[in-house]
C-alpha cells in the first residue's frame, strides 16, 4: 500500500466549580458574603492525513487539521449588609465572565529522501493561521433595591495571527562511531502588521568511545511567538495564551548540552547530562 489516507477527531471538556460564604459582625453592621467559582477548559481536534511513498528512497506525508482551545473563567459574588435589626437588608451582586480561545488551522508538509543508508534528509514546511479571541464581561446590581444593573462595556478582542515555517535536516552517519542530525529551521510570525523572523540551527551528535560508552553533545536555538500568562508559579489549564505583538518581543533560547552515557551488559543504563540555556 504506498498510499493512504486517514484521519482522527478528538472533543473534550472539563469543569471545576466551588464557593464559600463568610459572615462578618460589628456593633452597628452585619454582613455575609457568597462568592461561587466556575472554570471550563476543553479542546477540539480534527486532522486529516495523507501519506505516500512516491520512490523507494522518496517518502511524503502531508496533514491538514484544526484545534480549538477554550478556557472560561466564571465568578458570582453576592453581598448582604444590614445596619441594624429595623433596617431592610442591602443586596449587592455582581458577576464576571473571562473567556479566551485560540483556534488554528494548519497545514503541514513533509518530505523523506535516503539517497544512500547513511544520509536520511528530511524537509518540508508549516502554514498556522491562529485566531485568539478574549472576551471580557461584567455586572452590577443591587437585588434589593430593584435598581437597573449597572453593566461594564464589555470587551471582545480577535487577534488574527500568520505563522510560518520551513526545515531541513540530515540524519547521518560516519564510519561506526560518529551520529549526527544537522538541520536548519526558519520561522516568520506576522501579527497586527508586524513581522518577525527567526533562523534557528541545531545539531546533535554523538560519538562511541566503546561499545558501551558514548559521549553525546547538542545545540539548538528555538523562538517562541505564543506566550502563556499566568499569576502563580504553577501551571494551570486557565493560564492564557497571548501571542507576541509590536511591543511585545518573540521569547528567544539558545541551549547547549552534554552528556556521557554507559550500558551496562546492555541491562543497566547509566548517564550524567548537563545543560546551559540562554534565554531573551
Aim: hydrophobic residues 35%; aromatic residues 16%.
Amino acid at each position: 500500500d504506498r498510499h493512504r489516507l486517514s484521519g482522527n477527531f478528538y472533543m473534550g471538556h472539563d469543569n471545576l466549580g466551588f464557593g464559600y460564604k463568610a459572615n462578618t459582625q460589628t456593633n452597628n453592621m452585619s454582613g455575609d458574603q457568597t462568592i461561587n467559582f466556575k472554570f471550563g477548559w476543553g479542546n477540539i481536534l480534527g486532522a486529516l492525513q495523507y501519506t505516500g511513498i512516491l520512490t523507494n528512497k522518496f517518502f511524503f506525508n502531508s496533514t491538514l487539521s484544526y484545534t480549538n482551545y477554550d478556557n472560561k473563567i466564571g465568578i458570582s459574588a453576592i453581598t448582604k449588609v444590614q445596619e441594624d435589626s429595623l433596617s431592610a437588608p442591602i443586596k449587592q451582586k455582581a458577576d464576571l465572565y473571562l473567556r479566551t480561545q485560540i483556534n488554528d488551522l494548519n497545514a503541514n508538509f513533509n518530505f523523506e529522501y535516503t539517497p544512500i543508508q547513511q544520509h536520511q534528509i528530511k524537509f518540508g514546511g508549516n502554514y498556522i493561521w491562529h485566531t485568539f479571541v478574549q472576551k471580557y464581561e461584567c455586572e452590577q446590581n443591587m437585588i434589593s433595591n430593584d435598581e437597573m444593573p449597572i453593566e461594564i462595556p464589555a470587551f471582545e478582542d480577535n487577534t488574527i495571527g500568520h505563522e510560518v515555517s520551513l526545515y531541513i535536516e540530515d540524519n547521518f552517519t560516519i564510519g561506526h562511531f560518529f551520529k549526527a542530525n544537522a538541520g536548519l529551521r526558519y520561522s516568520t510570525f506576522f501579527v497586527n502588521e508586524t513581522n518577525y523572523h527567526s533562523l534557528e540551527p541545531r545539531l546533535s551528535t554523538r560519538f562511541l568511545i566503546t561499545s558501551d560508552l558514548s559521549i553525546k553533545a547538542s545545540y539548538s536555538r528555538m523562538s517562541q511567538y505564543i506566550l502563556m500568562l499566568t499569576s502563580n508559579n504553577m501551571s494551570f489549564p486557565t493560564d492564557l495564551w497571548v501571542p507576541v505583538t509590536d511591543s511585545i518581543k518573540p521569547m528567544k533560547s539558545n541551549q547547549f548540552s552534554l552528556g556521557v552515557y554507559y550500558d551496562l551488559k546492555k541491562t543497566y543504563n547509566f548517564s550524567v547530562e548537563g545543560y546551559c540555556k540562554l534565554m531573551k
